[in-house]
């Protein structure tokens, strides 16, 4: 199974951080946020990864190369003026799936997570099922959460208990049948394939952090260099 790393935005809310810097560079912990991805993903077996950038990506590419140094082979899918997230992973799909492989890893590349990402690829394959989301407790920067997830692993768009979606999915290619690039945002697509009794959640316990701030990232950095300090 291959993986995607969404790293084509602007970071527009990081500014002026990412005036120079793509976000997926910027550092916590003395590394780049995008490395801890990586390195996740390598420990979990992934050796495929497919990473779309637009905003200063070739960065990224001259930092990583072909992946290498963590024991990966990367590719890239360019886009120029940056996609929505439905729309990046769409152009991307070539690269993300094989014949009888139709099953893929989407992350989010400005979050950090204790995630264990082995557990993605330990899940049954679901005919019924379209995407599976890793869902966390809310954040206070979002209280209202994002979907509500059922003890059978349903998920709804609303009900009594909200989580928050992480920004890390096992997705399957049917659920952008007959989309192209300007497909849009994956929220609403997300929504709609809910609608269908389509897609499935699981909840993570442990940390979680989107690091959509200059705040957010200090934080995150002063976490990692203490945890560093004490081990």
């Given at each position: 199974m291959?993986?995607?790393?969404?790293?084509?935005?602007?970071g527009?809310?990081?500014?002026?951080?990412?005036?120079?810097?793509?976000?997926?560079?910027?550092e916590?912990?003395g590394?780049p946020?995008?490395?801890y991805?990586?390195?996740?993903?390598?420990?979990?077996?992934?050796?495929d990864?497919?990473?779309?950038?637009?905003?200063?990506?070739e960065?990224?590419?001259?930092?990583?190369?072909n992946g290498e140094q963590?024991?990966?082979?990367?590719?890239?899918?360019?886009?120029?003026?940056?996609?929505?997230t439905?729309g990046?992973?769409?152009?991307?799909l070539?690269?993300?799936?094989?014949?009888g492989?139709?099953?893929?890893?989407?992350?989010?590349?400005?979050?950090?997570?204790?995630?264990?990402?082995?557990?993605?690829?330990?899940?049954?394959?679901?005919?019924?099922?379209?995407?599976?989301?890793?869902?966390?407790?809310?954040?206070?920067h979002h209280?209202?959460g994002d979907?509500?997830?059922s003890?059978?692993?349903?998920?709804?768009?609303d009900?009594?208990?909200?989580?928050t979606?992480?920004?890390?999915?096992?997705?399957?290619?049917?659920?952008?049948?007959g989309?192209?690039?300007?497909a849009?945002k994956?929220?609403?697509?997300?929504?709609?394939?809910?609608?269908?009794n389509?897609?499935?959640?699981?909840?993570?316990h442990?940390?979680?952090?989107?690091?959509?701030t200059p705040?957010r990232l200090?934080e995150?950095?002063?976490?990692?260099?203490?945890?560093?300090s004490?081990?």
């Amino acid at each position: 199974m291959k993986a995607m790393i969404l790293a084509a935005g602007k970071g527009e809310r990081m500014r002026p951080l990412t005036l120079t810097t793509p976000k997926p560079l910027l550092e916590a912990g003395g590394r780049p946020l995008i490395a801890y991805h990586l390195e996740n993903l390598q420990q979990a077996g992934f050796r495929d990864v497919i990473i779309n950038h637009a905003w200063l990506g070739e960065q990224i590419e001259q930092w990583l190369g072909n992946g290498e140094q963590f024991g990966l082979t990367v590719r890239y899918s360019a886009e120029g003026e940056p996609l929505e997230t439905a729309g990046g992973i769409v152009r991307a799909l070539p690269l993300l799936t094989d014949a009888g492989d139709e099953w893929f890893v989407v992350l989010n590349g400005d979050i950090w997570t204790d995630f264990p990402l082995e557990r993605l690829l330990e899940i049954p394959t679901d005919p019924d099922c379209d995407a599976l989301l890793v869902l966390t407790r809310n954040p206070e920067h979002h209280p209202a959460g994002d979907f509500h997830l059922s003890p059978d692993g349903r998920l709804a768009s609303d009900g009594d208990h909200t989580l928050t979606f992480t920004g890390i999915s096992l997705l399957n290619r049917r659920l952008f049948s007959g989309l192209d690039d300007s497909a849009g945002k994956l929220g609403p697509l997300l929504r709609q394939a809910i609608g269908r009794n389509r897609v499935r959640g699981i909840q993570h316990h442990g940390s979680w952090m989107d690091i959509g701030t200059p705040a957010r990232l200090a934080e995150l950095d002063a976490l990692l260099t203490g945890s560093r300090s004490r081990a």
